[in-house]
């Protein structure tokens, strides 16, 4: 596979979705091979014309294990991008304040332990910034159980492929069905698509998804529209009222009238009804995306150090290799090189796992507990400053006017019965070690009091 190639694999509980992407000119990407396997012991080919069914191999393969080799030898190559449904993760689409991009992952890692089902240390979060505007940040967060991710993992190691990006298969379909639906014109956009067993709901404001969902096994077309109720009054909270100006049902068939008429109800406009423009369980649009910059990534982090000691164990074989050849006198010896470094390499994963759980526990905590500190911290509040002056406030003195500026400084004037009582306040302000500098304006006689004005600076503000 040349360094630019692309090859993705989507993976459900019915068939292996595989295709290969390679650079043509200055058209960009193109396809250049792909395919879908079954995973059913006994089955027959899908619709799909690119539908492949799996022989029977050896007693101990799995169904996943066979796809993926004849998968192999179909697209080549060494590295792939994995996906996988939205049914297998936890995801959450969230609105931050823009002032926490500089520590997004620390907050996404906080909202996703606050709610994820799955065991502490046991799954891994990334994110994707959908967009962004002066006040906040929407934002994409996900989980993946270790062992849903080790589970495709393995098989894959035993092929021969290293996963290099995990993603998510729904947003592999949003990136192939954006440009056919212009989803991204103004207006609130509900996709509901049906595809095998399976619903996926998208909900998209000016082209921003807000909402991403996916039904099994819907009793019926009465469930699926409370459930599609639901959604749309979860996004009316999150997102705020908006208008829905259209609503796309896709499928691989058109399906009852029934469905049709339920939506119109619902919202008061016809569902428009369009058709797949790709059978490719998204993994065409998963493969697209991962020559775009910042998406999301679920690949755990043990993963990642053991592909990078695979590629210290690659030299490392290679220098043994040149080593045998001028030393053929230790060749006994070297040959039994490739099985040491396979079982430290196990020991090594196994280690590198545990100790990964454990700092991701530690680094959880520690995260949390700075931005609950960050969030708390009311050192610098108007309430707080106001406390702080009113106790220098000698008698005969009498405030009024208080102004607080956040993170520089405050104004204070008042009227005095006797000057001296004006330069007494003054100094104790100055001697309090939150400011910086204290300046005076007055005392200046008026109508029987003193009137005067101090400026306080907090320290560390520059002038």
């Given at each position: 596979m040349?360094?630019?190639?692309v090859?993705?694999?989507?993976v459900?509980d019915?068939?292996?979705y ?13 396809r250049?091979g792909?395919g ?5 012991e006994d ?13 029977e191999d ?14 192999r ?6 590295e792939v991008v994995?996906?996988?449904p939205?049914s297998q ?7 931050m304040?823009v002032e926490?991009r ?5 907050a996404v890692d ?5 709610i994820?089902p799955?065991d ?5 979060t990334g ?22 991710f080790?589970?495709v993992?393995?098989?894959l190691?035993q092929?021969?492929w290293k996963?290099?990006r ?17 989803l991204a014109?103004?207006?609130?956009r509900v996709?509901?698509a ?5 619903w ?6 000016h082209g921003?998804?807000v ?7 819907i009793s ?27 609503l796309?049902?896709?499928a691989?068939?058109r ?9 119109h ?5 016809e569902?428009?009804y ?15 995306r991962?020559?775009?910059?910042s998406?999301?990534d679920?690949t755990p982090a043990?993963w ?10 690659k ?6 290799a ?5 030393w ?9 090189g490739?099985l ?5 390499t196990k020991?090594v ?19 949390r507990?700075n931005?609950?500190l960050s ?13 702080v ?13 208080f102004n607080?500026?956040k ?15 004006v330069?007494?306040f ?16 007055g005392?200046?006689a008026s ?5 005067f004005?101090?400026?306080?600076v907090?320290?560390?503000v520059?002038?």
């Open positions: 040349a360094k630019s190639d090859i993705a694999l989507a459900n019915e068939a292996l595989g295709v290969r992407y390679s650079p043509r000119g200055s058209s960009g990407m193109t250049t792909g879908v396997w079954l995973l059913e089955s027959s080919p899908v619709d799909d014309d690119q539908a492949v069914v799996v022989d050896a007693d101990e393969d799995t169904p996943l294990l066979r796809a993926l080799k004849v998968a030898k179909e697209l080549g190559g060494r994995l996906a996988f939205l993760l936890l995801v959450r689409i969230l609105k304040p926490i500089d520590d997004l992952a620390g906080l909202q996703m332990d606050k994820s799955f502490e240390g046991g799954y891994t994110f994707e910034v959908l967009s962004e505007d002066e006040d906040s940040l929407w934002v994409l967060a996900a989980a993946i159980p270790s062992a849903t080790d589970a993992n393995e098989p190691q092929v021969g996963v290099v995990t993603d998510i298969a729904l947003l592999g379909w949003l990136r192939t069905l954006c440009g056919p639906f212009n014109s103004p207006g609130r996709v509901l049906r595809f095998k067993n399976i996926m709901l998208m909900v998209m404001n921003t998804l909402l991403a969902r996916s039904f099994k096994d019926g077309y009465d469930a699926l529209v409370r459930e599609l109720t639901l959604s749309l009054l979860n996004v009316e909270i999150e997102a705020g009222p908006l208008s829905v100006v259209e796309i049902v896709v691989e068939e399906p009852e009238n029934e469905l049709f008429s339920k939506l109800a619902l919202l008061g406009i569902p428009d369009k058709e797949f423009p790709s059978l490719d369980g998204g993994v065409e649009g998963v493969a697209l991962s020559v775009e910059e998406v999301i679920l043990y990642h150090d053991s592909l990078k000691e695979g590629a210290i164990r030299r490392v074989t290679v220098g043994v040149v080593a045998t050849a001028v053929a006198v230790f060749m006994a010896v070297l040959f039994s490739p040491v470094y396979k079982q430290m020991m994963k196994a280690k590198a796992k545990f100790h990964y759980r454990e700092h991701k526990a530690v680094s959880d905590t520690r995260k507990v931005l609950i969030y708390t911290n009311r050192e610098h509040s108007p309430l707080e400053m106001l406390r002056v009113s106790g220098y406030l000698p008698q005969g003195i009498t405030l009024t006017g607080f500026k993170q520089e400084g405050v104004k204070i004037s008042g009227d005095a019965d006797q000057p001296t009582l330069y007494q003054k100094n104790a302000v100055t001697e309090d070690s939150l400011f910086q500098e204290v300046s005076l304006t005392p200046s109508r029987g009091k003193h009137k004005e101090i400026n306080a907090f320290k560390g520059e002038e």
